[in-house]
């Protein structure tokens, strides 16, 4: 059984920082596409950053560009992501994604919920201003 577990988030003030991982468990974790998404309320679950091991990478979402890094220890079977210069608009529960297919076919699309088998079950984010 695949488990993803998410951490990290909290509540921070504008251009603060915060880091979130995710651990995972039950699949060939050195191989699995893995990625981050995000959703606020009222708004499409959308993907932020995607990372593989091998080849390309990693991936972000305009929204993420120059401000969050991916990254991934796979003697630890943890995703992170690093997220400086948090907005208001960063506020959302964020969630981990896993898909052990064919990464190079999943990062083609990564930003789309229906490229990803595996989520986990969310960490708060809240940026005040």
């Known amino acids: 059984q695949v488990r993803l577990t998410e951490s990290g988030g909290g509540s921070v003030q504008a251009g603060g920082s915060l880091r979130l991982s995710c651990a995972a468990s039950?699949?060939?974790?050195?191989?699995?596409?893995m990625g981050w998404f995000r959703q606020a309320p009222g708004k499409e679950r959308e993907g932020i950053a995607a990372i593989y091991t091998g080849g390309g990478g990693p991936y972000y979402a305009d929204s993420a560009k120059g401000r969050f890094t991916i990254s991934r220890d796979n003697a630890e079977n943890t995703v992170y992501l690093q997220m400086n210069s948090l907005k208001p608009e960063d506020a959302a529960m964020y969630y981990c994604?896993?898909?052990?297919?064919?990464?190079?076919?999943?990062?083609?699309?990564?930003?789309?919920?229906?490229?990803?088998?595996?989520w986990g079950q969310g960490t708060q984010v809240s940026v005040s201003s």
């Open positions: 039950g699949l060939g974790y050195s191989s699995a596409c």
């Open positions: 994604a896993a898909d052990d297919g064919v990464c190079t076919a999943v990062m083609t699309y990564f930003w789309l919920v229906t490229e990803w088998k595996y």
